[in-house]
Antibody
Framework: EVQLVESGGGLIKPGGSLRLSCAASGFTFSRHSINWVRQAPGKGLEWVSSISSSSTYISYADSVKGRFTISRDNAKNSLYLQMNSLTAEDTAVYYC?????????????WGQGTLVTVSS | EIVLTQSPGTLSLSPGERATLSCRASQSVSSSYLAWYQQKPGQAPRLLIYGASSRATGIPDRFSGSGSGTDFALTISRLEPEDFAVYYCHQYGNSPWTFGQGTKVGIK
């Protein structure tokens, strides 16, 4: 069974840093691109960052570029998101999502999400 | 950036009725790289449709997608109680990938 489990969320003060993790199981992690997608409370979905299977291709939404860093460790079946200089606008549930292997860049499996709250 | 505008914002229907949701893009979506997701409260989104009209694994055939270019639609032929949720369209043809703001399908 494919599983993605996020962790590392919590309450953080503006300007602070947080590192999210996503532990994958039930599939060959090293064969899939993985993305972070976030959802502010009561709002819609926002793509945050993407990383290809071997970390060759990485991209970020403009809203987080220069502040967030995505990485992965295929040996540990894990994905990470280092978030620096956090602001209230970063408050959201952060999901890791697996990119499908059918040639379409869609998300066929999602984690349950981890809540990041940026507040003083 | 491609902006996706979904309409209506809310749809109030009864079980058994047909639902038609619209997603309009600010510019043409490459190769019909458009998907639809369903999200229920407290849950992660679930992939329903990819490539504008292909159903994802395990999705019932009452869900269908159509459209190309800038106009896309998701149709639920007969609403089941479990279909009342929020639906998002998503384009993945042009970076940055973007989502619509969502359509809530509520019980009338």
């Amino acid at each position: 069974e494919v599983q993605l489990v996020e962790s590392g969320g919590g309450l953080i003060k503006p300007g602070g840093s947080l590192r999210l993790s996503c532990a994958a199981s039930g599939f060959t992690f090293s064969r899939h691109s993985i993305n972070w997608v976030r959802q502010a409370p009561g709002k819609g979905l926002e793509w945050v960052s993407s990383i290809s299977s071997s970390s060759t291709y990485i991209s970020y939404a403009d809203s987080v570029k220069g502040r967030f860093t995505i990485s992965r460790d295929n040996a540990k079946n894990s994905l990470y998101l280092q978030m620096n200089s956090l602001t209230a606008e970063d408050t959201a549930v952060y999901y890791c999502a697996r990119v499908s292997d059918n040639g379409h860049y869609t998300y066929d499996y999602w984690g349950q999400g981890t809540l990041v709250t940026v507040s003083s | 950036e491609i902006v996706l505008t979904q309409s209506p914002g809310t749809l109030s229907l009864s079980p058994g009725e047909r639902a038609t949701l619209s997603c309009r893009a600010s510019q043409s979506v490459s190769s019909s790289y458009l998907a639809w997701y369903q999200q229920k409260p407290g849950q992660a989104p679930r992939l329903l449709i990819y490539g504008a009209s292909s159903r994802a694994t395990g999705i019932p055939d009452r869900f269908s997608g159509s459209g190309s270019g800038t106009d896309f639609a998701l149709t639920i032929s007969r609403l089941e109680p479990e279909d009342f949720a929020v639906y998002y369209c998503h384009q993945y043809g042009n970076s940055p990938w973007t989502f619509g703001q969502g359509t809530k399908v509520g019980i009338k």
